[in-house]
């Protein structure tokens, strides 16, 4: 028996019209069928999915220069803990949260390479592999995790996997006491000498997601719509009309939702790109699209990563909102000093507490999207968060001393079922591979490497 669903009803369906590529949420009445099939064909659980058959997604989120110990890490014991001041804005999603002490990034600690512990941070965190460290286009770093997983899965989405960044972008020259600005600006890595360069530009990534056929293609068809000032919801009406008689009265709310939500999205790049004429321009070109609120920016790729897992175009993401380093300003926060220089405070009291409201404003980020993820019903009626693993974490502990032990590292989602979240867990001292490792067994279904990196083994009761 054929154990996918018939194809008015497949999530694997699109809308297509005019070069456009809709795909669609995951719809309970294409489980239904589906799973039945499956279940009577005898055939075994699909790599990627949970034991209900939705997706399981990982996803990969880093923030930059480490966090102020004394505020991050919780009081209390495993299940009776109390969130300190910097994860105070995940309260509401803090059972489905595992904050994860004891992990260290052994490959970015200095040693004979002296300086560089920035580079090292970013470019070991999802790798565990000494970078080579000659500067320029010599560089060298190893296969990160998602890579590995994208590996394992990509093939059953559209897009293998996504790369996502609110930084700029720099893979040429030296940037970090000789190491080649490529590991300060990339997290993932497809081979030891191939960085995937993530997207940065909410408009590029938008149609990206949605647009299809050639980029000149695409193109034209933007400014077609921009030109009639038309959403691309116009484009499909009558097909997503003829999709919501077929399917159940909850799938119909579900469709709502998210169509109401790809509107949002392209209302809000919209404004952007208005606003974009009336602030003042640098002497070089600058992508457009991009919120000039850093809240409006993260959250709006936080957005659409959400809409990629919802409608399944991807099960493997990294978002990097910062590269290490970086000396981001926060007008939003009343901060006009850079996060990298008040990082390095000499325990001055008034740039430890801007470093905090920092730390604490990156957490309310990440507050945003679990939300977003635990409110999405998915398939199988669990939340997206429940059928994910979402690692949020820095490469750097603490920044004043570019200390890369016991790292800043939050697990979040329940795993479709495999995780434990709502937990504070102190781990041994053990390499923040190790976790990794855990991950890509959850994705295979059985072991998918003996060893990831410098793993010592795996990560236990998480």
């Known amino acids: 028996m054929n154990p996918h669903p018939p194809a008015a009803l497949s999530r ?271 002497a070089a070109d600058a992508p457009t699209g991009i919120p000039s609120s850093t809240t409006e920016y993260v959250r709006l790729m936080f957005d659409m990563l959400h809409l990629a897992f919802q409608t399944d175009s991807t099960r493997v993401a990294t978002f990097m909102l910062g590269g290490e380093g970086s000396d981001r300003t926060y007008p939003e926060l009343g901060i006009a000093d850079g996060h990298h220089f008040l990082t390095h405070h000499n325990n001055k009291p008034d740039f430890i507490e801007k470093v905090t409201q920092i730390d604490t404003w990156y957490a309310s980020q990440l507050g945003y999207f679990l939300e977003k993820m635990e409110q999405t019903k998915d398939i199988d009626g669990r939340s997206l968060l429940d059928n994910s693993q979402i690692v949020y974490g820095s490469g750097n502990a603490d920044g004043n001393r570019h200390s890369h032990d016991n790292l800043p590292v939050i697990l979040a989602g329940g795993g479709g079922g495999t995780l434990n979240p709502g937990r504070y867990v102190q781990h041994a001292p053990m390499p923040v591979s190790n976790l990794f490792l855990s991950m890509m067994d959850r994705v295979g279904g059985t072991q998918v490497a003996e060893r990831f990196g410098d793993s010592t083994g795996r990560l236990a009761n998480i």
Not at 47 to 72: E, K, M, S, V
Request: glycine fraction near 8%; proline fraction near 6%; include cysteine.
């Open 12 to 282: 694997r369906r699109f809308l297509r019209k005019v070069g456009l590529c809709l795909s669609l949420p995951a719809l309970e009445s294409s489980l239904t069928r589906g799973l039945a099939a499956a279940t009577a064909s005898g055939a075994p659980r699909l790599a990627a999915t949970t034991a209900t058959g939705a997706p399981l997604r990982t996803a990969f989120l880093y923030f930059p220069n480490g966090a102020i110990p004394a505020a991050w890490w919780p009081t209390g014991t495993e299940k009776s803990f109390e969130l300190n001041r910097t994860l105070q804005p995940l309260a509401k999603v803090k059972d489905k949260i595992q904050i994860v002490g004891g992990l260290t990034d052994l490959s970015a600690v200095g040693g004979a390479d002296g300086g560089g512990d920035h580079a090292r941070a970013n470019g070991t965190f999802l790798t565990g592999v000494r970078i080579k460290k000659s500067g320029g286009a010599d560089f060298r770093a190893g296969v990160s995790a998602d890579q590995i997983i994208a590996h394992q899965i990509g093939l059953l989405t559209p897009f293998r996997s996504l790369e996502l960044s609110c930084d700029s972008i720099q893979n040429a020259g030296t940037c970090d006491t000789g190491y080649s600005c490529v590991y300060q600006h990339n997290l993932a890595w497809s081979s030891p000498t191939t960085p995937l360069t993530p997207e940065i530009d909410p408009r590029l990534l938008f149609e990206r997601l949605f647009g299809a056929g050639p980029r000149n293609e695409r193109q034209q068809n933007l400014l077609l719509r921009q030109q009639q000032q038309r959403s691309i919801l116009d484009f499909i009406l009558d097909d997503s009309r003829a999709l919501q008689r077929e399917v159940s009265g909850r799938d119909r709310v579900k469709l709502d939702e998210y169509f109401t939500s790809v509107r949002d999205i392209e209302l809000r790049i919209h404004e952007a790109e208005k606003s974009r004429a009336h602030r003042p321009q640098p």
